[in-house]
T-cell receptor, first 115, second 110 residues
Framework: DAGVIQSPRHEVTEMGQEVTLRCKPISGHNSLFWYRQTMMRGLELLIYFNNNVPIDDSGMPEDRFSAKMPNASFSTLKIQPSEPRDSAVYFC?????????????FGPGTRLTVT | DAKTTQPTSMDCAEGRAANLPCNHSTISGNEYVYWYRQIHSQGPQYIIHGLKNNETNEMASLIITEDRKSSTLILPHATLRDTAVYYCIVRVNTGNQFYFGTGTSLTVIP
């Protein structure tokens, strides 16, 4: 298996632009998670899905952030409009929930820089 | 709220055992202890988890005290590639959230 795939790996954009981050979870995994990591705040859970349905989005910082999971093999995290304080590494993770295994498998992350 | 307390940093000599402590004094009876690590510029990686009993796998051993208020992750023969930030996590008993906290930065010294 290729593991969790994220794209792009690096994104540099100007303030005010729309940013879309993409994630392909491991095949067969039922849960998908989006995290953000910064030096100041560490690793923060933004939102997670079970069976393509958003379960908890309490970590989403504000309305500029939105996440979708249209099918079991794809998810997006969108920031519109982007701001410099959104600069961070964004990780996607998936987990085989319901199979007695709770560990999450993380992708390589997308490093976002908003200038 | 990560519900755990870990030392900020530790050093370990290459080839020696690395013992990483974690305090989780408010852990609930049905909450598991998980350990992850994050090597620089990579995503976190699952290591091991346990409820009450000690656990061992190909990567590490997990020792949980009888009162479950603390645990120790043991890397039996640390290598330079084990240099990473190690997170001790208590999984909440609803949903699948993982709260990572600040972790312990382990440096393995040649």
């Amino acid at each position: 298996d290729a593991g969790v795939i994220q794209s792009p790996r690096h994104e540099v954009t100007e303030m005010g632009q729309e940013v879309t981050l993409r994630c392909k979870p491991i095949s067969g995994h039922n849960s998908l998670f989006w995290y953000r990591q910064t030096m100041m705040r560490g690793l923060e859970l933004l939102i997670y899905f079970n069976n393509n349905v958003p379960i908890d989005d309490s970590g989403m910082p504000e309305d500029r952030f939105s996440a979708k999971m249209p099918n079991a093999s794809f998810s997006t995290l969108k920031i519109q409009p982007s701001e410099p304080r959104d600069s961070a590494v964004y990780f996607c993770a998936s987990s085989p929930v319901g199979q007695g295994i709770d560990e999450q498998y993380f992708g390589p992350g997308t490093r976002l820089t908003v200038t | 709220d990560a519900k755990t307390t870990q030392p900020t940093s530790m050093d370990c000599a290459e080839g020696r055992a690395a013992n990483l402590p974690c305090n989780h004094s408010t852990i609930s009876g049905n909450e598991y202890v998980y350990w992850y690590r994050q090597i620089h510029s990579q995503g976190p990686q699952y290591i091991i988890h346990g409820l009450k009993n000690n656990e061992t796998n190909e990567m590490a051993s997990l020792i949980i005290t009888e009162d479950r208020k603390s645990s120790t992750l043991i890397l039996p023969h640390a290598t330079l590639r084990d240099t990473a930030v190690y997170y001790c996590i208590v999984r909440v008993n609803t949903g699948n959230q993982f709260y990572f906290g600040t972790g312990t930065s382990l440096t393995v010294i040649p």
